[in-house]
């Protein structure tokens, strides 16, 4: 959606390998949350961050899971040792104020893992 | 065990018809509900909210509608317009939330609407 840009669109990795998912929101924005879609389920909560700080990752599933925002800006979603289970797309949202406190979610990213 | 519940994974209207969407939660603490509509390869775009003290919302051909006891919402769209069909999620949220847990949205599966000109 307008206000969040998310690459690649499509990722392919062969299990076990690692892979880091950008999301660049317009500036300005103090949260940021990701998000896991499987298929066919709703998205589900990852992790949440206000500024540079990672306030809330207790969605994260493993420990193969990180995530960071150093400049408070551009956020990164890194999966180390990919497995299958972690083929989904992955969702970057920020706060939008003043809209029934909706979210404004990017495009996403889809990750197949072969 | 889900905590926001779309029942119906599927519903097909017809063009000028009344869709009627519906979502049940089980955790009375949510006091905030989204509608989310979501189009194949895009992210899912607000479409219209409810705080919990209120049992309608309305904005334009949407309307939401609150059942606090029953614990159950319902988004109305009439007339149901072809651009309409897409998957639409029902999402709550704790206001406040709990410490660190700032914000988080718990979603449904998704229904996915059809509406057929």
């Known amino acids: 959606g307008a206000g969040v840009s998310q690459s690649p669109r499509y990722k392919v990795a062969k299990r076990g390998q690692d892979v880091a998912l950008r999301c660049d929101p317009i500036?300005?924005?103090?949260?940021l949350f990701w998000y896991q879609q499987a298929l066919g389920q709703g998205p589900e909560f990852l992790t949440y961050f206000q500024n540079e700080a990672q306030l809330d990752k207790s969605g994260l599933p493993s420990d193969r899971f990180f995530a960071e925002r150093p400049e408070g800006s551009v956020s990164t979603l890194k999966i180390q040792r990919t497995q299958q289970e972690d083929s989904a797309v992955y969702l970057c949202?920020?706060?939008?104020?003043?809209?029934?406190?909706?979210?404004?979610f990017g495009s996403g990213t889809r990750l197949t893992v072969v | 065990d889900q905590q926001v519940k779309q029942n119906s994974p599927s519903l097909s209207v017809q063009e000028g018809r009344i869709s009627i969407l519906n979502c049940d939660y089980t955790n009375s603490m949510f006091d905030y509900f989204l509608w989310y509509k979501k189009y194949p390869a895009e992210g899912p775009t607000f479409l219209i909210s409810i705080s919990s003290i209120k049992d309608k919302n309305e904005d334009g051909r949407f309307t939401v509608f609150l059942n606090k006891s029953a614990k159950h919402l319902s988004l109305h769209i009439v007339p149901s317009q072809p651009g309409d069909s897409a998957v639409y999620f029902c999402?709550?949220?704790?206001?406040?939330?709990?410490?660190?847990?700032?914000?988080?949205?718990?979603f449904g599966k998704g229904t996915k609407l059809s509406v057929k000109p």
């Open positions: 500036s300005g924005h103090v949260s």
């Open positions: 949202a920020i706060k939008v104020l003043g809209r029934g406190r909706g979210y404004t």
């Open positions: 999402a709550a949220r704790f206001t406040p939330p709990p410490v660190g847990s700032q914000g988080n949205l718990i």
